[in-house]
Every structure is written in C-alpha cells, then in structure tokens.
C-alpha cells in the first residue's frame, strides 16, 4: 500500500521536474535561443582559441570548445531555473584534467561574467603552475 503512494510521489516528481524543464526551453526559445541570449558569452568562448566551435547546443545548453592531440578545452553554458551555469573544462597531457563552475543570474550582465570567469581561470591556472615549478 505504501510503496503506491512512494510510486505516485516520485512519479510527480518526475513530471513536474520535466514539465518545468520544458517551459525553461520554451522560455530561452522565446528569447532567440541560446545562441543569441548569451550571444556575448558565446562569443568569447568562440574566441578563445581559433578552432574553437559549437559542439552541440539544445534548449537549455550550449558547448563550445576545441580538442586536438595535446588536450582540450570546453565551455559549457546551461540555462537553469533563474540561473546560467557556466563550466569551464580542460585536459592537458601536460598538466591534466581541470574543471570550473560558476552560476550567475540569467540577466546580469555578460561582460562581468566573462570577468568574473578570466579571473578565477587566471588564479587557478598560477596556482596549477606553481605546483610544477
């Protein structure tokens, strides 16, 4: 009798979590896309080295990056409930695997995003780099 209700509870749950997820995708869709809502984020992670592009792109999420023998780097931007995630990856052969987040409100504005994220990158990569030396 119990695990029909546990059932029924998870069951809305589920819906629930999809049924917003849907309305987040038509929400950004409303606003031209990812592409175009986070067009300056978009653009510097498109800048940051010149084979970088868009590796897949859905409703809610953007990646962009670049891969070759050596290592990689890649920018996630995910649109979340009121939020914009942001997660920087990189691989190195030299110096490793190496990940970052940052969650800032939708609208705030882009360039100090991109500040915000240049300066933790920076710090993090002295900080990576002083631990060879």
């Not at 209700?5 to 819906?15: E, H, R």
Request: charged letters at 20%; glycine letters at 8%; hydrophobic letters at 40%.
């Amino acid at each position: 009798m119990w695990w029909i209700i546990i059932i029924g509870i998870v069951l809305f749950i589920i819906i629930k979590f999809v049924s917003d997820r849907n309305k987040q995708a038509d929400a950004v869709a409303k606003q031209g896309g990812m592409r175009k809502k986070y067009r300056t984020l978009v653009n510097y992670a498109l800048a940051g080295h010149a084979n970088s592009h868009i590796i897949s792109e859905d409703g809610t999420g953007i990646t962009i990056g670049c891969a070759s023998p050596g290592g990689s780097t890649y920018i996630d931007i995910v649109q979340t409930f009121g939020t914009v995630t942001i997660r920087w990856r990189s691989t190195s052969i030299l110096m490793g695997n190496h990940k970052l987040e940052w969650s800032f409100d939708e609208f705030m504005d882009q360039d100090r995003m991109i500040e915000k994220i240049e300066h933790d990158i920076e710090v993090y990569m002295s900080n990576v780099i002083q631990k060879f030396t």
